[in-house]
Every structure is written in structure tokens, then in C-alpha cells.
């Protein structure tokens, strides 16, 4: 007989059985429900609403369905629905009437509210603790490579020279955001909704700052209506699960360009690389592959329950069974990815020659020649303009900037007329010096510049605040 059946004069079809139930996914929030059920349980005790005998049945009945579940001996029953009303079936099985007092003040829509807020939050701390690890490599590579050079990009055409180790903190940057987003999202589940009953609270005196404190929760609720219907944690979650994906995505971009023949600018490890199955010599990107695909399942994830909630009337709705697949599937598959992405980064292999190779082409020195110009009177755009000239000039005759003889350097300025004349001279011996590619990053010395000694300075920034970070990602 289902729990609820009392008001029903047929048994429901089998066929909505199978669409009704959830327990063949719900099952997996069993800790949470029974852990949510043992601090309501003692509660009902103190506040004197059941006996503390009964009580004490029910904690232990709990904690043996705990253990059965553990070690595989509980099969649980398409019958019963979901988890909640599966543990409240065996409860009641196992100690008899008392069983079928653990329900007094609470419904399932505030049980459901309770145990994803106490799973979310879980996961939500396993995550961040993948990402601190993440962080701790990103430092660890710029530091080894403070004063590697390799070309920036825009519109992926090369721009001007950066150091390694400046371009890898720019990721450090983002998975920074992503720590402190999900922070924040914690903080707003950490909120205890038991209590709220179906929508409108209960007649019992139920102690819920009790409950809060016995679940490790820092607030309860405000609103019956709102603990029962909301699901904004789940979203925010989502949400910010699909901006650390993205930043996945576009480092994984990166990681399979660098290791193409065109590129070869790292070597990954054998260990996180595939072969083909015809051809012989391939070592294909596949992680880095399908972290990049996996992005548009946790987009999926966001879009689906978004989709579920953008139409529902207060409270609960029975659209809301639909929240945990998404749920799940955004939390593993993040953590899935953060657990592959980061040895694949640890043991990835930079080719230094190549980088700095790499950066020599394109006149990546070109603004710097400008620059060069400035300093010496110009304005910024006549001196822009004399630099593009000779941009120009040398790709006529097959030749980079710093190979110019010092006449041909002079003649660039003719491009502006008479008044080029005057300019001539200004250019110098010295200018050679200012298009090494080792000068022109160690010039940019801005806080936040690709300088190997601000690059060395943010790295030390970046362990201060894994060091800090440590100590309240495990709340």
C-alpha cells in the first residue's frame, strides 16, 4: 500500500508507476536523507512531539538501513517511489509503529529541499578542493616558466611576446573566479529548509534552529512558500559550474592547438594521450577533446533546469523531480573533468625553443618599434604608421624587423612626407636592443604585466592565496 494511498480507490498503473518513480537516480542522495531524518528525529524527541524511546528506535533502525545500504544488501523498490519513501518503508518494516512517526512535521517537499541542499553542499566542497588542486599546478608551471617566451595571440594571429608563465596565471585568473563563485554558491545553500512542510509550515512546535545546527547549517529559511520551491542553489550551481567548464573548454582549445605539428608547442604525457586505430603514428588530444565536448552537457544541465522552473505557479510542482538528473550530471561531470584535466596539465611538457621561435615570427616586435618611436618624439600614430611601413617592407623582402639595416630603419620614416625627414636620425643603434623579444617583455613591467619579475611576483600572489583559500574551502 503506498504511503499516501489512503484517499485512493485504485491502485496506479503500472505504466505511471515506471514514470512516477525516481528512486533509480534519486537513490543516491540515501546519506543525506538519512542523516536529515536522524536530526529531525531527535528533535521530535526534545521538543516532546514523539517519545524519546521512539526516537532512539528510529535513530538506530536508521543508522542499521545506513549500514545495509553501504554494504549492498538493500535493493531498493520501484514501488515506494523515490529514497525517502523507500527508508520510511524499511524503517517502518524493521522497528514497527514508531517507524511511522518520523514524518510527523515534515513532507517530502521539504525532505527533497533538505537532502540536495546536504548533497550540494557536499559536492560543492569536494569541487573546490579539485579546483585548489588545479590552481596549485597552474602555479607551479608559471613558475618554472617566469621567463619562457612565447607568442600572444589575437584573433589568433600572433600579437606581441608574453612569458609562459604570464599566459598560464591568466587561467590562474579564472579558475580563481570559479573558486569564489562556488564559494558564494554554498553559501546561499547552506540554508535549512526542514520545517516548511508541503508549503505552509506545521502545526508542531518544531525547534528548526535545532535542525540547523545538528545538519551543520548556517540559516534556516524564511519562507515556507520559497523553502519548497526554490531551486535557485541548483542553478547557481549550474551556473557556475558552466563558467568553469567554458574556462576548461578554452585552455583545452589550447592545449590541442600547442600539440599539433603546426603548433608543437607541448608534448603531452603518454598517459593522458590516444592513438587511432588505423593510422599508426597518431597521439591524439583525447582528454582535452572531450573536456571541450563535455562543456555543452553541463550547459545542457543549466538550460534544462532553468527550462523546468521558468513556468511554475508557487509551491511545489511534481516538474521538480526533474531538477536531480541535471543536478548529478553537472556535479559529476565537473568533477570528472577537473580530476582527468589536472595530471594531464601536471605532466604536460613545454617546448621552450619552440615558443621562443614562435615568438620571433609574425613582428611580434612591431609595436615595440613603435613604442621605440614615441620615446623618441613621435606621436603614436605617425610612429604607428612608420612601423607598419616597414612591417610591410620587410615582408616584400622576406626578412624580420631586428635584420633591417639602420638606413633601411631611417627610410621607413620617409613615409611621412617632409616631415619623415626630421625623424631619420632619431633612429638609433639602440634600437636593436629595444626588438630582442627578451627586452620587450621585460619592459612591460605594469603590475599585472608579462614581465618575468611581475610574473614572479603574481606567482607569489597566486600560493598566498591557495594558502588562504585552503583554509575555508572545507567549511
Known amino acids: 500500500m503506498k504511503l499516501w494511498g489512503g484517499r485512493f480507490q ?14 533509480h537516480f534519486d537513490q543516491r542522495l540515501y546519506r543525506y536523507d538519512i542523516q536529515g531524518s536522524i536530526a529531525h528525529a531527535r528533535m521530535l524527541a526534545e521538543q516532546g512531539i514523539i517519545g524519546k524511546t521512539e526516537a532512539q528506535q528510529i535513530i538506530a533502525g536508521l543508522q542499521s538501513i545506513l549500514e545495509d545500504i553501504e554494504t549492498g544488501k538493500i535493493e ?13 518503508t524499511l524503517l517502518t518494516s524493521r522497528i514497527g509503529s514508531a517507524g511511522k512517526k518520523l514524518h510527523t512535521g515534515r513532507s517530502r517537499n521539504d525532505q527533497v529541499a533538505l537532502d540536495t541542499r546536504l548533497f550540494l553542499k557536499a559536492e560543492i566542497t569536494k569541487i573546490r578542493q579539485l579546483l585548489l588542486a588545479l590552481l596549485e599546478v597552474l602555479v607551479n608551471k ?27 596565471l591568466a587561467y590562474f585568473e579564472m579558475f580563481k573566479r570559479d573558486l569564489e563563485r562556488l564559494g558564494n554558491c554554498y553559501d546561499r545553500t547552506d540554508v535549512m529548509p ?8 506545521t502545526t508542531f512546535p518544531l525547534d528548526r534552529e535545532m535542525v540547523a545546527r545538528e545538519l551543520g547549517f548556517a540559516h534556516v529559511t524564511e519562507n515556507s512558500l520559497d523553502s519548497v520551491s526554490d531551486r535557485d542553489y541548483q542553478i547557481e550551481f549550474l551556473s557556475a ?9 578554452r585552455f583545452c582549445e589550447e592545449i590541442i592547438l600547442w600539440s599539433s605539428q603546426e603548433f608543437a608547442f607541448v608534448e603531452l604525457d603518454d598517459a593522458y594521450s590516444t592513438g587511432s586505430s588505423i593510422m599508426p603514428q597518431k597521439k ?18 543549466l538550460f534544462s533546469l532553468l527550462t523546468v522552473m521558468k513556468g511554475l505557479p508557487l509551491a511545489y510542482n511534481k516538474d521538480m523531480q526533474e531538477d536531480k ?49 614615441v620615446i623618441k618624439g613621435l606621436g603614436f600614430r605617425d610612429a604607428h604608421h612608420v612601423a607598419g611601413h616597414l ?6 623582402c622576406g626578412k624580420p624587423l631586428e635584420d633591417l639595416s639602420l638606413e633601411e630603419m631611417r627610410q621607413g620614416c620617409l613615409v611621412l612626407g617632409e616631415q619623415g625627414q626630421k625623424w631619420q636620425e632619431a633612429i638609433a643603434e639602440d634600437v636593436y636592443e629595444t626588438l630582442k623579444l627578451e627586452t620587450i617583455v621585460g619592459r612591460r613591467q605594469t603590475y599585472g604585466g608579462t614581465a618575468p619579475y611581475q610574473v614572479a611576483k603574481a606567482v607569489e600572489r597566486a600560493r598566498q592565496y591557495i594558502k588562504e583559500s585552503g583554509r575555508f574551502a572545507q567549511p
Open 10 to 23: 485504485k491502485d496506479t498503473d503500472r505504466r505511471v508507476e515506471d514514470f512516477h518513480s525516481s528512486i
Open 76 to 88: 531498493f523498490s520501484q514501488d515506494a517511489e523515490d529514497i525517502h519513501m523507500n527508508i520510511e
Open 142 to 168: 608559471a613558475a618554472e616558466h617566469t621567463g619562457t617566451i612565447m607568442p600572444g595571440y589575437t584573433h589568433l594571429q600572433i600579437a606581441q611576446p608574453v612569458t609562459l608563465g604570464h599566459h598560464l
Open 194 to 201: 526542514l520545517g516548511a512542510g508541503a508549503l505552509a509550515g
Open 241 to 249: 559550474a558552466s563558467l568553469l567548464m567554458m574556462h576548461l573548454s
Open 284 to 301: 591524439n588530444p583525447d582528454v582535452a577533446e572531450l573536456i571541450r565536448g563535455k562543456t555543452g552537457r553541463v550547459y545542457g544541465d
Open 325 to 373: 538528473e541535471a543536478l548529478f550530471d553537472g556535479v559529476d561531470t565537473v568533477a570528472k573533468c577537473l580530476l582527468t584535466f589536472t595530471p594531464m596539465l601536471s605532466t604536460m611538457t613545454f617546448k621552450k625553443e619552440r615558443l621562443v621561435q614562435a615568438a620571433a615570427q609574425g613582428y611580434s616586435n612591431a609595436t615595440d618599434l613603435a613604442d621605440y618611436l
Open 391 to 396: 612591417v610591410n617592407y620587410c615582408l616584400r
